[in-house]
């Protein structure tokens, strides 16, 4: 029998304190107000003070109000029935559709054991040649998008999902406005794509503990999912919310500020959500992909700062596109020789020339004369952003690779690309 606490002996924001015992970290509680019944959550213990976030904020709430621990964490569901479902942060649908109690596990439990993990070595298809030829994605891997607000990150995040060879998708979404949330149910349910995926959506209206609620649910049931044999995607978006909503929960606790008013654990907290991408031993898999936007496009900035050590390279978007510079899958060795023998060669001389078009931007745009080759190279830059780097291009890797070839014969002789001659009369285009 779980004990009730009619006392409340501090209420500030969305936090409450009362004085009890025998209670665990992360543990559920009821708070019993003139308003109804509120879930609450521990999210500090003090000697006998325990401190919880109020889900739907503690407005209504006084301090003679009861408080029912109910000794266990926030659960949610694992059933087969979740695909196709929406549900907000604390689990609850968003659909309109009955509540799944069923098959309930814990959430935010540890990573798995490297001894039971396998070497990531294949590679999940997209049609986004930026991705599936430059950058490769590969099962397994956790990858952030660092962008910054305004850029469609969230339309590739959809495209992503639509297309991606996977058998489940879990999409987690974190102070996300409205019309995103709808827009990436509408999209996926208008191209078939629901019927494999769970949807977690926390928007910006929505109790701030609930954002941090998201990532670990989509984790807990992608995990479940992975050990069921099945390839799982899981795809959050925005990671900068969830340090936001981190650093808001530690001002109002009055925990010392670290780098820019972040909680000092802010790595950890990302490393722990990161780390549960995994492949494992005999079973599925867990691919991590997320949204890091960078408050004023700085790289330096703390969130996408520790994310980078934690995770295994970053897709860059700017202008709309993926940008070859900056952008790197540093597991795309691992399948990219598997893939077609011409992969690499493609890869790298269609990057080094690239790299040559900026630099002849440079030149023309402080008035040097173009030389032959000078203009050789405009011409490709103009073809590979358009046929390559635009997002709007949908094609298999094959596909993009012979494309890769036509830009390079369009615009060069054969003699001037620098690959293997035995590459060249394979796959010169006729």
Known sequence: MRKVYHKIIQIA?????????????????????????????????????????????????????????????????????????????AGNPRDSRPAITTDQIDIGGPSVNPAKRIIPRKMIRTGIPMIDLFNTLVESQKLPIFSVAGEPYNELLARIAMQAEVDVIILGGMGLKYDDYLYFKNVLDEHGALSRSVLFIHTASDPVV???????????VAEKYALEKKRVLVLLTDMTNF????????????????????????????????????????????????????????VTHP???????????????????????????????????????????????MIRFYSDYKETLEKQSMGFQMSNWDKKLLEYGVKFEKQMMDLSVNIPLEKALDEGWKILADCFDKTETGIKTELVEKFWPK
């Open 210 to 220: 609930e954002c941090l609620l998201v990532p670990d649910m989509c984790l807990a």
């Open 243 to 298: 340090a936001d909503a981190l650093k808001e929960i530690a001002i109002t606790m009055e925990q010392i500020p670290s780098n820019r008013g972040y909680p000092g654990d802010l790595y950890s907290q990302l490393a722990s959500r990161y780390e549960k991408a995994v492949d494992f031993d005999g079973a599925g898999s867990i691919t991590i992909l997320t949204v890091t936007t960078m408050p004023g496009d700085d």
């Open 13 to 89: 924001g969305n936090v409450i304190t009362v004085e009890a015992d025998n209670v665990a970290y992360n543990d559920l509680a009821e708070v019993t107000s003139s308003r109804g019944i509120s879930l609450a959550q521990v999210i500090r213990l003090q000697d006998n003070k325990v401190f919880l976030q109020v889900f739907a904020g503690s407005r209504g709430i006084s301090t003679g109000d009861e408080v029912r621990f109910l000794g266990h964490p926030m659960k949610v569901s694992s059933s087969e029935d979740l695909l196709g479902r929406v549900f907000n942060g």
């Open 303 to 349: 969130i996408p700062d520790n994310t980078g050590y934690i995770t295994e390279g970053q897709f860059y978007l700017k202008n709309g596109r993926i940008e070859p510079f900056g952008s790197l899958s540093r597991l795309k060795q691992q399948v990219n020789g598997r893939t077609r023998e011409d992969h690499r060669a493609i890869m790298d001389t």
